[in-house]
């Protein structure tokens, strides 16, 4: 069955880039998304189809994909940006998940 | 606006049959490309896909729990509902509905979620 890998964990210091990764066998080839969940809150949509934003979503956030690896970067992080990431992607009509990265904000 | 709501029991004995339901408002599962998914998050741990249903009535199930699940649709009251058998302490878990929507079956994304339901499995 299909995997996808995340770091468990990282940390970034206020201002700096995070960049988060999610690996998985030719996952360039498969479309990715990000989701971001704080504690006690529902998942929230911040990545669609590799590089897209929704709405409401601050520029900060951005992603890519290609090769075995898809990556979200957070570029000059905020405390609120502390919070669980997860990638998902489909596969065989699937929606498979990462274990997820707590991102933590020194 | 999109709003999605789960309900169901708070507790379930092992081996009983959950029954969830979403209720949903903002847009229509008649509408084509549109879809709604199960996804459960046991305490502390990642999020797992269960199913997903499409506006066309297509019924797509994660794999591994396959033969526990059905979900199914009533579009006169704008609900999913999702049941799950032989209920184990493992099944412990928040469980969400999402809209899903895409493009593209390959991608498809959930958005928004509802605000989710602890189930917990104990005699």
Redesign the interface.
């Known amino acids: 069955s299909y995997e996808l890998t995340q770091p468990p964990s990282m940390s970034v210091s206020p201002g700096q880039t995070a960049s988060i990764t999610c690996s998985g066998d030719k996952l360039g080839d498969k479309y990715a998304c990000w989701y971001q969940q704080k504690p006690g809150q529902s998942p929230v949509l911040v990545i669609y189809q590799d590089t897209k934003r929704p709405s409401g979503i601050p520029e900060r956030f951005s992603g890519s994909n290609s090769g075995n690896t898809a990556t979200l970067t957070i570029s000059g992080t905020q405390a609120m940006d502390e919070a669980d990431y997860y990638c998902q992607a489909w596969d065989s009509s699937s929606a498979i998940f990462g274990g997820g990265t707590r991102l933590t904000i020194l | 606006q999109v709003t999605l709501r789960e309900s169901g029991p708070a507790l379930v004995r092992p081996t009983q049959t959950l029954t969830l339901t979403c209720t949903f408002s903002g847009f229509s599962l008649t509408t084509s490309g549109m879809c709604v998914?199960w996804?459960r998050q046991p305490p502390g741990k990642?999020?797992?896909?269960l199913a997903?249903i499409d506006w066309d009535d297509d019924k797509?199930y994660?794999?591994?729990l396959k033969t526990r699940l059905t979900i199914s649709k009533d579009t006169s009251k704008n609900q999913v509902v999702l049941t799950m058998t032989n209920m184990e302490p493992v099944d412990t878990a928040t469980y969400?509905c999402a809209r899903t929507t895409?493009l593209?079956?390959?991608?498809?994304?959930?958005?928004?979620?509802?605000?989710?339901t602890l189930v917990t499995v104990s005699s």
Not at chain 2, 46 to 49: D, G, I, N, Y
């Open positions: 998914s996804i990642a999020l797992e896909w997903r797509y994660n794999t591994s969400y895409g593209l079956a390959a991608a498809l994304r959930f958005d928004p979620w509802g605000q989710g």
